[in-house]
Antibody, heavy 121, light 107 residues
Framework: EVQLVESGGGLVQPGESLRLSCAAS????????MSWVRQAPGKGLEWVANIKHDGSEKFYVDSVKGRFAISRDNAKNSLYLQMNSLRDEDMAIYYCTRDRVAGALYYIDYWGQGSLVTVSS | SYELTQPPSVSVSAGQTATITCSGD??????ASWYQQKPGQSPVLVIHQDTKRPSGIPERISASNSGNTATLTISGTQAMDEADYYCQAWDSSSYVVFGGGTKLTVL
């Protein structure tokens, strides 16, 4: 059974940093692209960043470029999101996802339960 | 940047057919996926590659994608189908793109 378990969320002040982790199990982690997708309170889904199965390619939504960094440790079956210079608008539930990619085909087949990041002074 | 547009809400009587649209420039040339999200839960994939249903998704959920519009259709809508639905596609400039979501209400 595929499982994605996020951790590391919490309350931070604007300008502070936070690191999210995602522990993956039930599949060969090193074979899949992975993403972070967020959802602000009462709002829709927003893709944040993704990373190729071997970590050689990473992509970000414009609003987090230069502030967030996605990484993975295939030996530990873990995905990470380092979030720096957090802003009010970064407050959201952050989901770890397993992605299916083949050329122009890209979809998400599994989602974690989410980790809440609250940014408030 | 690439954008996908969905109606904010759709209402349907129980047992009837619900249709949710997703519009984007030349969306038919891309692959569309659809996700269902119930309150307090994580999203669930219900359609990928325009028309394919993952295992466990009922046959009454179907979809199509042509021109500028992808369409999710739920036949014989049940109370359990009440949820938010999101379309998604991949674009070479914007990468992973979601529509704004549609709240389906079953009357």
């Amino acid at each position: 059974e595929v499982q994605l378990v996020e951790s590391g969320g919490g309350l931070v002040q604007p300008g502070e940093s936070l690191r999210l982790s995602c522990a993956a199990s039930g599949f060969t982690f090193s074979s899949f692209w992975m993403s972070w997708v967020r959802q602000a309170p009462g709002k829709g889904l927003e893709w944040v960043a993704n990373i190729k199965h071997d970590g050689s390619e990473k992509f970000y939504v414009d609003s987090v470029k230069g502030r967030f960094a996605i990484s993975r440790d295939n030996a530990k079956n873990s995905l990470y999101l380092q979030m720096n210079s957090l802003r009010d608008e970064d407050m959201a539930i952050y989901y770890c996802t397993r992605d299916r990619v083949a050329g122009a085909l890209y979809y998400i087949d599994y989602w974690g339960q989410g980790s809440l990041v609250t940014v408030s002074s | 940047s690439y954008e996908l547009t969905q109606p904010p809400s759709v209402s349907v009587s129980a047992g009837q057919t619900a249709t949710i649209t997703c519009s984007g420039d030349k969306l038919g040339d891309k692959y569309a996926s659809w996700y269902q999200q119930k309150p307090g839960q994580s999203p669930v994939l219900v359609i990928h590659q325009d028309t394919k249903r993952p295992s466990g998704i009922p046959e009454r959920i179907s979809a199509s994608n042509s021109g500028n519009t992808a369409t999710l259709t739920i036949s014989g809508t049940q109370a359990m189908d009440e949820a938010d639905y999101y379309c998604q596609a991949w674009d070479s400039s914007s990468y992973v793109v979601f529509g704004g979501g549609t709240k389906l209400t079953v009357l």
